[in-house]
């Protein structure tokens, strides 16, 4: 049974930082995209930032500069370290694992959309106030 567990939210002031892990139990799948979506509410699910399994990353444009996205393959645990933190990145963050839609392990070949992975966590919650 695959389980994803986030943990790391919270709520911090403009400009402060955070950091997500997500750690993954019972996930085989060699060619995959280990993702953070986010959710606001009224909002749709968006990707914030995806990593493959040869370790090539994409971040959506919002975001670069200031997350960076990391794993530990020993630990089996994804980290999204989140820096200079806006009200606009307030929402709901999740974890989540898929396959690669394409021949390469790239970033590119992660799915986009949220219907196309195949696990889930809970999800973390990040408020950040102005």
């Known amino acids: 049974q695959v389980q994803l567990v986030e943990s790391g939210g919270g709520s911090v002031q403009t400009g402060g930082s955070l950091r997500l892990s997500c750690a993954q139990v019972?996930?085989?799948?060699?060619?995959?995209?280990m993702a953070w979506f986010r959710q606001a509410p009224g909002k749709e699910r968006e990707r914030v930032a995806v990593?493959?399994?040869?370790?090539?990353?994409s971040y959506v444009n919002a975001v670069k500069g200031r997350f960076t996205l990391s794993k530990d393959s020993a630990k089996n645990t994804l980290y999204l370290q989140m820096n200079s933190l806006k009200p606009d990145d307030t929402a709901m963050y999740f974890c989540?694992?898929?396959?690669?839609?394409?021949?390469?392990?790239?970033?590119?070949?992660?799915?986009?959309?949220?219907?196309?992975?195949?696990?889930w966590g809970q999800g973390t919650q990040v408020t950040v106030s102005s």
């Open positions: 989540a694992a898929g396959r690669l839609l394409g021949p390469e392990i790239d970033a590119g070949f992660c799915p986009a959309i949220s219907r196309l992975y195949d696990y």
């Open positions: 019972g996930y085989t799948e060699s060619r995959n995209c």
């Open positions: 990593i493959t399994s040869g370790g090539t990353t």
